[in-house]
């Protein structure tokens, strides 16, 4: 049986601070992105999208005990490690079980 498990939406807050990093870049670091489409239309437009076609998505796919966080912003090492296991842990050993 799938662990029952579901996706917390984003706050309207987390969505602003998302659009500042992308404009404006890192607290501190003077500097934004590259990309000539990020302005804050643009931005909303695609987090409108992510909230709802990606996150539906997502949360099916987790239900169904197919999808696994992974925190890519932890150091390298770690997220290989990360993938590492749930490959060995939990896909192979479904096969295994099969």
Partial sequence: MAPAATVAKPSPAYDAIGIRAVLL???????????SDDNVDALKKRLATYHNQTVPLVDYYMRKGL????????????????IDNIFKNR????????
């Fill in 25 to 35: 870049g890192p607290p501190g670091s003077g500097k934004g992105t590259q990309r």
């Fill in 67 to 82: 999808h696994y966080r992974v925190d890519a912003a932890k150091k390298a090492d770690d997220v290989f490690s990360r």
């Fill in 91 to 98: 896909i192979f050993a479904r096969e295994r079980s099969a």
